[in-house]
């Protein structure tokens, strides 16, 4: 397994969550990383990357002010903190690896994905 995604489970509505990434890659540090999420029945949808060296962090505007991506290159992790949390986070959540240095938020842009884990928001 090269990335594995953890943290998730059930809180209600204003609750908060920190999802982790862990990936087992020699070259960790050489690639952004980025979460993404799926609800039931709607398309994967980009969150939040951040890039190699913890700059180049960008955000969904749905999650803009209520998540934080950040990276422990020492750890091979990426967390992303999830505070304020609404109904309409409930999703999986995975994370990715992409090759791309320029602002990947597409999922065709990552090559390399977790096995998801479940965050369940309950109002």
């Known amino acids: 397994v090269q990335l594995q995604a953890s943290g998730g489970g059930s809180v209600q509505a204003g609750g908060s969550l920190r999802l982790s990434c862990l990936v087992s890659?020699?070259?960790?540090?050489?690639?952004?990383i980025g979460w993404f999420r799926q609800a039931p029945g709607k398309e994967r949808e980009f969150i939040a990357r951040v890039g190699r060296g913890s700059g180049g962090i960008t955000y969904a505007d749905s999650v803009k002010s209520r998540f934080t991506i950040s990276r422990d290159n020492a750890k091979n992790t990426v967390y992303l903190q999830m505070n304020n949390l609404k109904a309409e986070d409930t999703a999986i959540y995975y994370c990715?690896?992409?090759?791309?240095?320029?602002?990947?938020?597409?999922?065709?842009?990552?090559?390399?994905w977790g096995q998801g884990t479940l965050v369940t928001v309950s109002s």
């Open positions: 890659l020699r070259t960790f540090n050489s690639y952004p």
């Open positions: 990715a690896r992409s090759r791309l240095s320029a602002n990947p938020v597409k999922a065709y842009q990552y090559d390399l």
